[in-house]
């Protein structure tokens, strides 16, 4: 008898993930370190490391890589379980409520953002929104009939937000509450609801924003400030004012890597909320611009990849958590311009901030999975 050798069995081969998403990210990592490096350097090198800054985000990139490679491999339709949502939504409530508790939230510059768990800081906001898009996406799925109506459609959906909403305004940290309802009004806008309904729920955001703004003193200092920075130099005004100078410094091609001044103690918060300032400085008008297209490929990117989702659930992952990012972006560069009005929220892939970043890569990982599936 003439014995046959068993036959191999071809392994399925898994799909590619979104190679032009996956370059973006990689592009924006890159340009945000080399920033972080020139806005931290001054500050770094007297306490005895000037890679102190850089080391912790590689640190947080590192670890971001890690889950947006596991994240890229996680069918995405696991995001839809209930379980996965209820846990995620839990989570980040039980994170918000602790972060506002005195003694528990961690104090930083009249506000109480942060929890500190094993000498680890984190901001509970950031999870809170990935648990909004992943709610939102969930049950947009299941109730696309309902999405035409107002009171019985809409309003419901947009319960679990709000409170995201008002539990982020304790702390206080309007931008960030503010990007997650935004975030939500555009999944809503792409699931088909009504432009008349989303119009209307735009214009009660925007006077509860105003009116939370107004009731205190120094919230309507920094509200007014942004139309005239300059003349509020000595107060509200001066962390803008500083920007623009670091801006307009730069011309257009600017000053060359760490060569800015503004970071000289100058400018408050260059590593973080400001570094946009930072890029216009050391690589001007030139520089800005490459940033900014680079978020505009991001979020064309993951709205592809989401227009070619296999279903609607598919393509409401991919889109709100593309939207997050993007929105997220544009409201940091609108503030560091003065186009909006001064709040505290950083600049994906580019802010110091490990938790963040780690998120945010985590997040992209989710979306690439969608791109395995996506229909070519």
């Known amino acids: 008898m003439i014995s046959q050798a068993p036959r191999t069995v071809p392994k399925r081969r898994r799909a590619p993930v979104d190679k032009t998403l996956l370059l973006i990210v990689a592009l924006l990592l890159m340009f945000g370190l080399l920033c972080l490096f020139s806005a931290t350097y001054y500050k770094a090198v007297a306490k005895g490391d000037a890679l102190m800054e850089v080391?912790?985000?590689?640190?947080?990139?590192?670890?971001?890589?890690?889950?947006?490679?596991?994240?890229?491999?996680?069918?995405?339709p696991f995001w839809r379980d209930p379980r996965v949502v209820v846990g995620a939504l839990i989570a980040s409530f039980v994170l918000l409520v602790l972060v506002v508790i005195p003694g528990i939230g961690v104090y930083l510059n009249g506000s109480r953002r942060w929890l500190n768990i094993a000498g680890l800081s984190f901001q509970p906001s950031e999870a809170a929104k990935i648990a909004s898009v992943l709610y939102l996406a969930a049950t947009l799925s299941y109730r696309a009939d309902q999405i035409h109506r107002f009171w019985r459609g809409i309003v419901p959906l947009l319960v679990v937000p709000a409170l995201m909403f008002l539990l982020i305004l304790e702390q206080p940290n309007l931008s960030t509450a503010g990007s997650i309802m935004i975030v939500a009004l555009l999944m809503l806008l792409l699931a088909g609801a009504k432009w008349r309904?989303?119009?209307?729920?735009?214009?009660?955001?925007?006077i509860v924003g105003g009116v939370y703004a107004w009731i205190e003193?120094?919230?309507?200092?920094?509200?007014?400030?942004?139309?005239?920075?300059?003349?509020?130099?000595?107060?509200?005004?001066?962390?803008?004012?500083?920007?623009?100078?670091?801006?307009?410094?730069?011309?257009?091609?600017?000053?060359?890597l760490g060569q800015g001044r503004q970071k000289f103690s100058y400018l408050p918060y260059p590593e973080s909320d400001f570094i946009f300032a930072i890029v216009g400085e050391d690589f001007g008008l030139m520089g800005c611009l490459l940033v900014v297209t680079l978020f505009v490929a991001f979020a064309f990117a993951g709205m592809r990849i989401a227009v070619n989702a296999p279903d609607r659930y598919g393509c409401l992952l991919a889109s709100g958590l593309t939207a997050m990012i993007a929105v997220q972006a544009f409201l940091n560069i609108g503030v560091v311009v003065g186009v909006l009005p001064t709040t505290g929220l950083p600049l994906p892939f580019f802010s110091a901030g490990g938790t963040s970043i780690t998120l945010l890569m985590a997040a992209v990982g989710i979306v690439l999975n969608v791109s395995r599936s996506q229909q070519r």
């Open 217 to 256: 003193p120094y919230r309507r200092e920094r509200l007014l400030s942004f139309r005239d920075p300059f003349a509020q130099m000595s107060d509200e005004g001066y962390q803008l004012a500083q920007s623009l100078i670091a801006i307009g410094s730069g011309g257009l091609f600017g000053r060359g």
């Open 55 to 76: 080391k912790r985000q590689l640190f947080g990139i590192a670890l971001g890589a890690a889950l947006m490679f596991v994240t890229s491999r996680i069918h995405y």
């Open 197 to 206: 309904h989303l119009g209307l729920l735009s214009v009660a955001g925007l």
